[in-house]
């Protein structure tokens, strides 16, 4: 019988890469505190849990993920990013 292993590896389908990154970034990251998602605001180089209010920093391209880091959004920043 022919051992046939070529082919399991083939056409694994790339990721759409434009924005790899930053959605790659995102779908990896939840908030700590809730599990929710969290949303990225590219102007503050945050991100951003709705759920809590709380923006996390994105320091020289490394979110920082701890509570104790996170900023604590205004009402009116928690209603623009909805
Ligand atoms: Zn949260």
């Not at 083939?10 to 790899?20: F, M, S, W, Y």
């Not at 990896?28 to 599990?35: E, N, S």
């Amino acid at each position: 019988m022919k051992n046939s292993k070529e082919g399991i590896f083939q056409r694994i389908p790339r990721a759409n890469c434009d924005k790899g990154m930053d959605r790659n970034l995102l779908a990896i990251l939840v908030c700590p505190i809730c599990k929710g998602e969290l949303r990225l605001d590219r102007k503050a180089n945050e991100l951003l849990c709705l759920a809590d209010g709380l923006a996390y920093p994105i320091r020289d391209g490394v979110p920082v993920m701890l509570p104790g880091e996170a900023r604590e959004m205004s009402f009116d920043e928690r209603e623009q990013a909805r």
